[in-house]
């Protein structure tokens, strides 16, 4: 049982640049959830998907594109990378309906745009 | 304006003691607060939950609530060295299913 996992640990890109983080759960949750964490910041909701088949934007959408594959996986692409999206991205996910707030991180994507 | 507040500290307790961490929140209509711990280079970890006004002990680790104040604690007992960690508090906002306190950084020292 993994829990939450993420891809890539670690990536440089360069202005413009796009990727696709991934993120699956083997915990058969529901909702799943993307952050950003930035020094002086705090954790940021980005997208989440409260259900398969459903997603909606959180606190920090801009510049960010999401897709529930299906239950257990959840993606979060930069179509065109800037500086300001470095960041560390954390992936989680939660099981009990209603419940959001008890949410399992994955390890993290530490994400440098150059 | 910020809805969940935290002391970014450093907080620094000595090693057995109590340490207290504070977070004060703006919506009145919050119903659940959460406590996660975080330890540097990693990811966030849920401690506790609480949902009802009052204590909730879990271990060493006790959430206490005040609605009517509309703040959160979390006290650490016999506080250890492996306790050190940023402490993030959390709860629903609005549409957001989570937002989170920038948190408050614990050092035990031994």
């Known amino acids: 049982n993994a829990g939450v996992t993420q891809t890539p640990k670690f990536q440089v890109l360069k202005t413009g640049q796009s990727m696709t983080l991934q993120c699956a759960q083997d915990?058969?949750?529901?909702?799943m959830y993307w952050y950003r964490q930035d020094p002086g910041m705090g954790l940021r909701l980005i997208y989440y998907s409260a259900s398969e088949g459903t997603t909606d934007k959180g606190e920090v959408p801009n510049g960010y594109n999401v897709s529930r594959l299906n239950k257990r996986e959840f993606s979060l692409r930069l179509e065109s990378a800037a500086p300001s999206q470095t960041s560390v991205y954390f992936c989680?996910?939660?099981?009990?309906?209603?419940?959001?707030?008890?949410?399992?991180f994955g390890p993290g994507t530490r994400l440098t745009v150059l | 304006q910020k809805e969940v507040e935290q002391n970014s500290g450093p907080l620094s307790v000595p090693e057995g003691a109590i340490a207290s961490l504070n977070c004060t929140y703006s919506d009145r209509v919050s119903q659940s607060f959460f406590w996660y711990r975080q330890y540097s280079g990693k990811s966030p970890e849920l401690i506790m939950s609480?949902?009802?006004?009052g204590d909730k002990e879990d271990g060493r680790f006790t959430a206490q609530l005040n609605k009517a104040s509309q703040y959160v604690s979390l006290l650490i007992r016999d506080s250890q060295p492996s306790d050190s960690a940023t402490y993030l508090c959390a709860l629903p906002s609005g549409n957001t299913p989570l937002v989170f306190g920038k948190g408050t950084r614990l050092s035990v020292i031994a």
């Open positions: 609480i949902y009802s006004n």
């Open positions: 915990m058969n949750h529901n909702s």
């Open positions: 989680a996910s939660s099981g009990l309906a209603g419940s959001f707030g008890e949410q399992f």
